[in-house]
């Protein structure tokens, strides 16, 4: 199909218009982030930096505790995301793959596990936390995270799992392949796309999850990025510099983990195999 | 290398019963084919001599062992797909040797036996390309190498040529043919094709409906059809079925006559109980036995509605009065031409009788 050109431009016109409404708040913060206070607070905002300053990165990393929130939060996505994917992984292939009782129901109701608000279960999950004394503790947001991202995880590694051909799995039954290796040297290859999507839909999850870990964490030496952050900002009077520039370093992690992963989001893995 | 033995073997899915209760017996080394329409279950069968399908009842033995509740790989067998089923994350040597490496095999050994497959299928300068990388006919060249690698007892093939086009699909059965000269392993192949089946097969096996409607060699089966199932199954284009009457019988044969039709009398060879007269049968003519009218001794009458010339053979397709339909083949390409009416002669000997139920007389 052909598109006029009056259709193109319209397309293209409102491709940029989105692309511009996601982009200019993450331009406003990080170009802001290196502006001096004054232009960052002046009347009429400036699209391009007029003044250069890295004072407050400097403030950010040596005068406050952001660093510690920042490994505290790098160490909770990353075992978030580790664990999600390690348990996604043979969960959506249990889905997929293994004939046992109640499986379609029990596949139907695991999106469900949406329907309730965290909030709903922070004061139970709490006690229990408290009776098992974990709180305070690293481990509790990642249970917490991995049990959240879970769900939707399997959903979607499954329907990754559902576009590989029945007859490969077969010829490596047929070659002696246990479910383990088949899984691990067939399968696992072959929807690398849906693993780096889990893993960044882990990651991001456990990165900007506030509820859980403003509760579940009680010393200031043990918070994560959004609940110090929260602290800094609003001690005494809102630092805007402080805040832009922690939101870009916030990002940093983030961005590191897309360049890394995003060498897996390849199409046509399967080429080649049953045409 | 392994004979197999079907025994009683039966079906369900659900309440469906797919195949009901096969008896086969397949020698050491044997080509066996199983040809059938569509949706008949022959790939079930295969499924389940490879244990990928489980067996709802009988018994399956390989090389004189009970397999039936065996896994697929202990079974000593090895599959072709019909979709080839390559990795396509691994290269060609890799996929060829993934069994051997599966069962543990030292890396020279692998590596010796990937060679030697890859030079029996001509697959040497491609071994470290992905499938991707290659045409429908190496892939499933690969799919057939890594099938070799093992040497297993029993080759079973699904349809391994269906996805090739027409040309390759000639080329490929060729060289199907030529491993099995050279291995001299068993097979098992399943196909829909009946000219792969007549070309390939030392025995076929003639499936409808999950049953076995008859086993036999290629010409056996030609020759001398069980039914009119597998009389219109095996042959191409298709047998003629034209209805006639019994009008007399004596030592083993019997008088039939279709007097709308043109057809006055022409004794056939029965086998078995001779028919009763009056008896309504179904006269069975393959379109490559009909002969030259003139000097035949019985013939049909019908108009000739479109003659298909293929240069060496000319398909003449006719209606008959009583509203059937037959094809005709000829040597001749001016024999017969549309809107004609014409006489199509016949052979006796070459035609077979059949009751109301498809079973031969
Ligand atoms: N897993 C299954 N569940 C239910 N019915 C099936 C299954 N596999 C095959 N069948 C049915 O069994 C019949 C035989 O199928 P199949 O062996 O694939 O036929 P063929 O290979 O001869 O075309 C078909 O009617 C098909 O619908
Ligand atoms: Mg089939």
Sequence with gaps: MKRSFGQSLSLYGGLLLIALLIVLPFWWVISGSIKLPREIIQRVPTMIPESFTLQHFEKLLQASDFPVYLINSIIVASFSMAFTVLLALPAAYAFFRMEFPGRNALYRTILLAYAFPGVVVLIPLYGLFAKVGLIDSPVALVIVNVAFALPFSIWMMRSFLATIPREIEEAAVVDGAPTTTILVRILMPLIAPGIASVAIFAFISSWTEYLFASVLIVSDARRTIPVGFAGIIGQYQIDWGLLLAGATAAIIPVVILFALVGRWFVSGLTDGAVK | ?361
């Design chain 2, 1 to 361: 290398m392994a004979g197999l033995s079907l025994q009683k073997v039966k079906k369900r899915f659900g309440e469906t019963e797919v195949i009901g209760g096969v008896d086969l017996d397949v020698k050491d080394g044997e080509f066996v084919v199983f040809v059938g329409p569509s949706g008949c279950g022959k790939s079930t069968l295969l499924r389940m001599i490879a244990g990928l399908e489980t067996t709802s009842d009988g018994r399956i033995e390989i090389g004189g062992r009970d397999v039936t509740g065996e896994d697929p790989a202990k079974r000593g067998i090895a599959m072709v797909f019909q979709t080839y089923a390559l990795y396509p994350h691994m290269t060609v040597a890799t996929n060829m040797g993934f069994p051997l490496e599966m069962a543990k095999r030292p890396k020279e050994e692998i590596d010796r036996k990937v060679a030697e497959a890859a030079k029996i299928l001509h697959l040497e300068p491609y071994l470290q390309r992905k499938p991707r990388e290659l045409s429908g006919g190496q892939r499933q060249r690969v799919a057939i190498g890594r099938a070799i690698v093992r040497q297993p007892g029993v080759f079973l093939f699904d349809e391994p040529l269906s996805n090739l086009d027409a040309e390759l699909r000639v080329q490929m059965r060729i060289e199907i043919a030529r491993l099995h000269q050279e291995l001299g392993t068993t097979m098992i192949y399943v196909t829909h094709d009946q000219v792969e089946a007549m070309t390939l097969a030392s025995r076929i096996v003639v499936l409808r409906a999950g049953r076995i409607e008859q086993v036999g060699a290629p010409l056996e089966l030609y020759e001398n059809p069980d039914n009119s199932f597998v009389a219109g199954f095996i042959g191409s284009p298709r047998m003629n079925f034209v209805p006639v009457t019994v009008v007399g019988v004596e030592g083993g044969k019997a008088m039939v006559a279709a007097p709308k039709l043109g057809l006055t009398g022409m004794a056939v060879a029965t086998r078995g109980a001779a028919p009763k007269l009056g008896t309504a049968v179904n006269l069975g003519i393959r379109p490559e036995h009909f002969v030259a009218a003139d000097g035949a001794t019985s013939a049909l009458s019908g108009k000739v509605t479109l003659v298909e010339r293929l240069g060496g053979v000319t398909y003449a397709h006719a209606q008959l009065p009583e509203g059937g339909t037959i094809t005709v083949e000829s040597r001749d390409a001016r024999s017969f031409n549309a809107g004609d009416g014409a006489r199509f002669g016949l052979d006796g000997s070459r035609a077979f009788l059949f009751d109301q139920d498809g079973k031969r007389i």
